[in-house]
């Protein structure tokens, strides 16, 4: 607990000996030591909030014990089954945005119980090729509050997209998907050939609310280009931002509610370039800025290192994300817990 505070200052309240705290708008828990045992007391707003605290204490617990340790918790009700943040989704259309953008349209049932006003979803793709008449099977619940996935022939392709449009009226979301050549199952692939009708299974959201500063400054390329549209369009007018993002060329912009500084590779592969490091350099930070930036793993290393040794900007004024890496597949974590080496 004393590592995962001082790992997480502006989250996790705490020293050596706690007790710690942690709150977020959908609940908070304390832990704190009593007769050499730790006791912990988690709180939500709701099922799902009280389920997402849960879930936090537990994985980040077993992270730094490196052991897949058990908590048994009491007073909740909630037991195993299906999360209360998961919604088995059906794509009702499908467009092509740009020519390296396909957006896909999701009816969600019950959206509104979800927090929608957070950016981030696990999508889940059931096996390629599976029958028609063979259900997927969605992670569960455990006892200890963490999740488990199926495997072998009913493994889940699981990734992190941004959620680019919410309507809570009519039950919809739209993920937009980069589409990129990629060897076996990939999102980019199942995007650019699903269909209405097709069955996705979303876990979240999540990933924490958009952020609220007088000055803000946006820094992402194409993946990144769903969330920094999101938060262009939910800013106050009194907001001050800059917003600077990459793409391969002219084709590939969009009209967004801000005003944007584009940068093309012109050809380039994805992710070798330093654009968004050298347009960083350009910039200059100041008291009341908050930084967003997410990208490909070398940019954000790059990016990171600039703002917390060059600028020595606190950590609760910026969020600096790798959303992918060059040459491999799946999730990455957005901050790296255990290493100072990244940093």
């Given at each position: 607990?004393?590592?995962?505070?001082?790992?997480?200052?502006?989250?996790?309240?705490?020293?050596?000996?706690?007790?710690?705290?942690?709150?977020?708008?959908?609940?908070?828990?304390?832990?704190?030591?009593?007769?050499?045992?730790?006791?912990v007391?988690?709180?939500?707003?709701?099922?799902?909030?009280?389920?997402?605290?849960k879930?936090?204490?537990?994985?980040?617990?077993?992270?730094?014990?490196?052991?897949?340790?058990?908590?048994?918790?009491?007073?909740?009700?909630?037991?195993q089954?299906?999360?209360?943040?998961?919604?088995?989704?059906?794509?009702?259309?499908?467009?092509?945005?740009?020519?390296?953008?396909?957006?896909?349209?999701?009816?969600?049932?019950?959206?509104?119980?979800?927090?929608?006003?957070?950016?981030?979803?696990?999508?889940?793709?059931?096996?390629?090729?599976?029958?028609?008449?063979?259900?997927?099977?969605?992670?569960?619940?455990?006892?200890?509050?963490?999740l488990?996935?199926?495997?072998?022939?009913?493994?889940?392709?699981?990734?992190?997209?941004?959620?680019?449009?919410?309507?809570?009226?009519?039950?919809?979301?739209?993920?937009?998907?980069?589409?990129?050549?990629?060897?076996?199952?990939?999102?980019?692939?199942?995007?650019?050939?699903?269909?209405?009708?097709?069955?996705?299974?979303?876990?979240?959201?999540?990933?924490?609310?958009?952020?609220?500063?007088?000055?803000?400054?946006?820094?992402?390329?194409?993946?990144?280009?769903p969330?920094?549209?999101?938060?262009?369009?939910?800013?106050?007018?009194?907001?001050?931002?800059?917003?600077?993002?990459?793409?391969?060329?002219?084709?590939?912009?969009?009209?967004?509610?801000?005003?944007?500084?584009?940068?093309?590779?012109?050809?380039?592969?994805?992710?070798?370039?330093r654009?968004?490091a050298?347009?960083?350099?350009?910039?200059?930070?100041?008291?009341?800025?908050?930084?967003?930036?997410?990208?490909?793993?070398?940019?954000?290393?790059?990016?990171?290192?600039?703002?917390?040794?060059?600028?020595?900007?606190?950590?609760?004024?910026?969020?600096?994300?790798?959303?992918?890496?060059?040459?491999?597949?799946?999730?990455?974590?957005?901050?790296?817990?255990?290493?100072?080496?990244?940093?």
């Amino acid at each position: 607990m004393a590592r995962f505070a001082a790992d997480h200052p502006e989250y996790v309240t705490g020293g050596t000996d706690g007790p710690w705290r942690m709150a977020l708008p959908l609940g908070q828990f304390e832990v704190r030591q009593d007769a050499g045992a730790l006791l912990v007391d988690a709180q939500g707003v709701n099922p799902i909030g009280l389920s997402y605290m849960k879930l936090i204490f537990v994985d980040h617990i077993r992270e730094y014990l490196d052991a897949p340790v058990e908590l048994v918790w009491e007073g909740d009700g909630q037991g195993q089954g299906l999360p209360p943040f998961f919604r088995e989704a059906r794509v009702t259309a499908v467009r092509r945005v740009t020519p390296a953008l396909q957006r896909v349209t999701f009816a969600v049932p019950d959206l509104a119980a979800l927090p929608v006003d957070e950016l981030h979803i696990r999508l889940l793709l059931p096996p390629p090729g599976r029958p028609a008449n063979l259900p997927p099977v969605w992670p569960m619940l455990t006892p200890s509050g963490s999740l488990t996935f199926p495997g072998g022939a009913d493994a889940l392709l699981v990734r992190i997209y941004t959620i680019r449009r919410v309507d809570v009226a009519r039950g919809e979301v739209d993920i937009d998907f980069v589409l990129h050549p990629t060897e076996g199952a990939s999102a980019a692939s199942w995007a650019a050939s699903c269909k209405p009708g097709d069955i996705v299974g979303l876990l979240g959201p999540g990933g924490g609310p958009i952020p609220r500063t007088p000055r803000l400054l946006l820094l992402g390329d194409e993946t990144a280009l769903p969330a920094i549209a999101r938060i262009l369009e939910s800013l106050p007018d009194t907001t001050i931002c800059e917003t600077i993002i990459e793409v391969n060329g002219p084709e590939d912009q969009q009209v967004l509610a801000r005003p944007v500084t584009w940068l093309h590779r012109r050809g380039a592969a994805p992710g070798t370039t330093r654009l968004l490091a050298e347009a960083l350099t350009r910039c200059q930070p100041s008291e009341d800025l908050y930084l967003w930036a997410a990208c490909e793993f070398d940019a954000f290393r790059d990016i990171r290192r600039h703002v917390r040794s060059v600028w020595k900007m606190p950590r609760d004024r910026h969020m600096v994300v790798a959303y992918w890496r060059r040459g491999i597949a799946g999730e990455l974590a957005e901050e790296p817990h255990h290493t100072s080496s990244a940093a």
